[in-house]
């Protein structure tokens, strides 16, 4: 009797990491805070893989394009022309379009510079990564320093240049449309730049404390890389 021995295949389908990583963007692109908001860069998947270049402009075009941010610019606009910020502008219609275009040209160039071209050359991820674990004040000090420290593209948390820089360099440039009367070079980018820092570490305190329940659509599924 001759026994023939048989042969088992297994297949294992599984994604690379650019397409894992495009199936979180989807997933994160759907987060917005009461429904409306966009939160965007923000993962609730500790172990999300790495962005590619493409992917971190993808998720700044998406941030900056998004209705609710040209609303929100309208808003600041108002409020900066209520007080009379940025008083060479002027009044009426035309200052406010002034006031409109420079808040948004604002939002645009620290969005893309700190959140995908400077991320992109340093290879680190522009992303806030929620704790949701441990105590309040290691979250608490946690939420502080991620505007100082983030996650490189390796998985090791590095120093935030992206983020630093990028407000630096954000600050720099609206010198270039300030009123002439309020631009005061130097000081006018290092001002800019803490007070985009202090409310980067704000908004990161809020995220993990308060706005993932106020965002019923937000992502809580765990993937892991191939």
């Not at 959140?115 to 608490?140: H, M, N, W």
Request: glycine fraction near 10%; charge should be positive.
């Amino acid at each position: 009797m001759l026994v023939v021995a048989t042969q088992v295949t297994e297949v294992r389908v599984a994604l690379t990491r650019e397409e894992l990583a495009d199936v979180q963007i989807r997933e994160e692109e759907k987060q917005r805070v009461f429904g409306i908001i966009p939160n965007f860069f923000v993962t609730y998947d500790h172990n999300a893989v790495p962005l590619t270049a493409k992917q971190k402009f993808r998720l700044a075009w998406k941030s900056s394009s998004d209705p609710v941010t040209f609303l929100g610019v309208g808003v600041l606009a108002g409020v900066d022309q209520a007080g009379d910020r940025w008083s060479g502008y002027g009044q009426g219609a035309q200052g406010y379009a002034k006031r409109y275009g420079a808040s948004y040209a604002d939002v645009f160039s620290g969005t893309y510079i700190g959140g995908a071209i400077l991320p992109s050359l340093l290879r680190q991820d522009p992303r806030y990564f929620y704790k949701g674990t441990g105590g309040k004040r290691s979250r608490l000090l946690y939420a502080i320093g991620s505007s100082f420290i983030c996650k490189g593209d390796n998985g090791r948390w590095q120093p935030n240049y992206s983020n630093v820089g990028g407000n630096l360099a954000a600050g720099a440039i609206s010198n270039l449309y300030y009123p002439a009367r309020d631009r005061r070079g130097a000081s006018l980018v290092f001002s800019t730049a803490l007070t985009r820092l202090a409310e980067t570490t704000m908004a990161n305190i809020f995220q993990e404390f308060f706005v993932p329940r106020w965002t019923p659509n937000r992502s809580t599924r765990a993937t892991s890389q191939p």
